[in-house]
């Protein structure tokens, strides 16, 4: 029953270091998603996913990296963390088909302090 | 700018209360969502509308889609402190885009 699993949940970093968040979905999903939370900003979406092997950019890319080699997994990397990427990061994923009706599956977040 | 503008931010009733969310846009969607997203925890759909003037009920909860598909309400009847939480609205035009949210908090 573990639909969308992030890991870490939480994490501080300083300036500069370089991270990974790790997202897994065991509902054979094809799309994954990325997004940030921010106070009073909503989600934005950060990179998504149409399958295994592509990535493709969403509203606020920069700074962050992505990957998906398997179908199940989805990471995301900051190479050189700043503190303006403190947030807290969702990953989501849903069945293909049309987006109108589909229903996003989220984790439970990963919540990141950039010093 | 948000696509999707929700009001109010924040809500703050009493138990046995009614409440009303807004989800407001200038633009066409084919399709709106709302989620619900607890502390600690990621959203979670609670309904999808498609038609325009499209009415769903979910227990207390009632949503509606306006007849031109640029807006939708929520209204929670005799809230409980069960639904307190951030609501979100999402609408699909050619991608997903959330509105900033509402905080609701159900004081007992």
């Known amino acids: 029953n573990a639909g969308v699993t992030q890991t870490p949940k939480f994490r501080v970093l300083k300036t500069g270091q370089s991270m990974t968040l790790l997202c897994a979905q065991d509902?054979?999903?094809?799309?994954m998603y990325w997004y940030r939370q921010d106070p009073g900003m909503g989600l934005r979406l950060i990179h998504y996913?149409?399958?295994?092997?592509?990535?493709a950019k969403g509203e606020v890319p920069d700074g962050y990296n992505v990957s998906r080699l398997k179908k199940q997994n989805f990471l995301l990397g900051l190479e050189s963390a700043a503190p303006s990427q403190t947030s807290v990061y969702f990953c989501?994923?849903?069945?293909?088909?049309?987006?109108?009706?589909?229903?996003?599956?989220f984790g439970e977040g990963s919540r990141l302090t950039v010093l | 700018t948000q696509l999707l503008e929700q009001s109010p931010q924040f809500l703050s009733i009493q138990e046995g209360e009614n409440l009303t969310v807004y989800c407001n846009s200038s633009s066409v969607f084919s399709s709106l969502q709302w989620y619900r997203q607890e502390p600690g925890e990621g959203p979670v759909l609670l309904v999808t509308?498609?038609?325009?003037?499209e009415v769903k009920k979910l227990k207390r909860l009632t949503f509606q889609f306006g007849d031109a598909r640029k807006d939708s309400s929520l209204h929670i009847t005799a809230a409980q402190p069960g639904d307190t939480g951030l609501y979100l609205c999402?609408?699909?035009?050619?991608?997903?885009?959330f509105g900033a949210g509402t905080t609701v908090t159900v004081r007992a």
């Open positions: 989501a994923s849903r069945q293909t088909g049309a987006p109108d009706t589909g229903e996003l599956f």
């Open positions: 999402a609408g699909v035009r050619y991608k997903l885009s």
């Open positions: 509308v498609v038609t325009g003037g």
């Open positions: 509902m054979n999903h094809e799309y």
């Open positions: 996913s149409v399958g295994e092997g592509t990535t």
